[in-house]
């Protein structure tokens, strides 16, 4: 297979509106994203997407703002945005909006972690989830229906540990549950149809453990083929019951998955019929990797798993020569086409300012790893740059915003708020 590297359009001026051009193959199409910078201030590390004025239009929601599609230049204020942060760049003080990052030289952290979006109140008009710094409290915001003046907030969750909580459906049953632990119990939490506004119900599905609100990596998925979706960490997967009727403890199957990075996926790499998992290694250092499920068990039983690292702390740890720190978010997306789930992810930009961690002032770097498996069973991921002066968060969301079927790409971090706009040619 020919190595597949990305060439890069050189962007003169301003980076507000930037194109990447990714070569798929030889002969292929070429997958482009086109950058546009919504803010560059910094109020969220996660972004999402949803139709907030009901017309037809697919907007943006990034920190205490909405931007209204398609183009994004409206923005509108959900919640309070009077933040204002001083600091120093290139020795002279600077004044701005949003929270301390790299407008000025000072690193702060965000009360807006991860967002989602979803109607919980059965009105017909989306609302906006977010679960704040580590260990704080999850709150929604209920669209006014055009209404002016801020969104009314209520709590779902008093505490929400762990650096990476989702919101997707981990039941079964067709409805979006927040996915975290708290008081060091696994488990999820579920809102109340019945009473919208009430706190949601939290269902422990392990024994109280070792987990804090600053744990990194979690996840779901099927990982056993049963048709149910078990739960991931680092230390191995919560198999679920054959009812949730009663809450009570899921199976522990023991693996390691790594130093705990971003968020996790259960899905079949390799075609062999066996789930496996996909991670980033450490959300301040290196690695990205999948485990392939094993035919062979352990003698207890469980499922032995091998790790294959896509990426590590050397370029020579990828076959393309790619190599870059601080994964704290992946998403799993198709994004070329082919029926097949690619990995999107990137450097999360001063995670813990320009000081900290692994590499923290290298290019914030936004990327897709292609899945392409060969006749011979055989895997590759290959990976495609699609930004060099963006990156990730604690969140990075593939979403179709403009309507043409095609995956673009939302981020909000310390950088600010983007979306890249995917358009292929062939």
Request: net charge negative.
């Amino acid at each position: 297979m020919h190595k597949i590297l990305p060439s890069l359009r050189v962007c003169l001026g301003s980076i507000v509106a930037c194109g990447v051009v990714l070569t798929a193959s030889a002969a292929g199409p070429t997958h482009t994203f086109k950058k546009i910078q919504l803010s560059t201030e910094f109020w969220s590390e996660g972004a999402h997407v949803g139709d907030f004025n009901k017309d037809g239009k697919m907007d943006v929601v990034s920190g205490p703002y909405w931007y209204a599609g398609p183009d994004f230049k409206a923005k509108h204020e959900i919640y309070p945005a009077a933040r204002r942060s001083k600091s120093t760049k290139d020795g002279a003080p600077v004044e701005f909006g949003g929270y301390k990052g790299t407008l000025g030289s000072e690193n702060e952290y965000s009360d807006n972690f991860v967002a989602y979006t979803h109607d919980f109140n059965g009105d017909g008009w989306t609302d906006y989830l977010v679960i704040g710094f580590p260990g704080a409290q999850t709150a929604w915001f209920e669209n006014p229906q055009n209404k002016p003046g801020h969104w009314k907030r209520h709590v779902a969750a008093e505490s929400t540990d762990n650096e990476s909580p989702m919101f997707a459906d981990i039941t079964g049953d067709g409805k979006a549950e927040l996915i975290f632990h708290t008081g060091g119990h696994l488990g999820y939490a579920t809102p109340d149809p019945k009473n919208p506004t009430s706190k949601w119900a939290f269902h422990k599905i392990s024994a109280k453990g070792g987990w804090q609100r600053f744990t990194h990596g979690i996840g779901i998925g099927d990982v056993n083929g049963d048709g149910k979706t078990d739960f991931l960490m680092k230390e191995g997967w919560w198999q679920q019951p054959a009812s949730l009727a009663e809450d009570s403890e899921w199976a522990f199957h023991p693996a390691s998955f790594g130093g705990g990075g971003a968020q996790m996926y259960a899905y079949d790499v390799n075609a062999d019929g066996r789930p496996d998992v996909i991670t980033s290694l450490a959300a301040h250092g290196y690695g990205l990797a999948w485990f392939e499920q094993l035919a062979d068990k352990d003698d207890k039983g469980h499922p032995k798993f091998k790790q294959h690292t896509l990426m590590g702390s050397k370029p020579e740890e990828n076959k393309y020569g790619v190599k870059f720190s601080q994964l704290h978010a992946i998403d799993l997306v198709d994004i070329d086409g082919d029926g097949l789930l690619d990995i999107v992810t990137g450097k999360r930009i001063w995670a813990h300012g320009p000081g900290g961690d692994a590499e923290p002032n290298a290019a914030a770097v936004l990327y897709w790893f292609q899945l392409v498996r060969g006749k011979d069973k055989s895997v590759d991921y290959i990976p495609h740059l699609i930004d060099n002066n963006s990156g990730i968060g604690t969140q990075v969301l593939a979403a179709d915003l403009n309507g043409d079927k095609l995956p673009d790409i939302i981020v909000g971090n310390k950088n600010g708020t983007f979306v890249h706009i995917h358009s292929v040619t062939k």
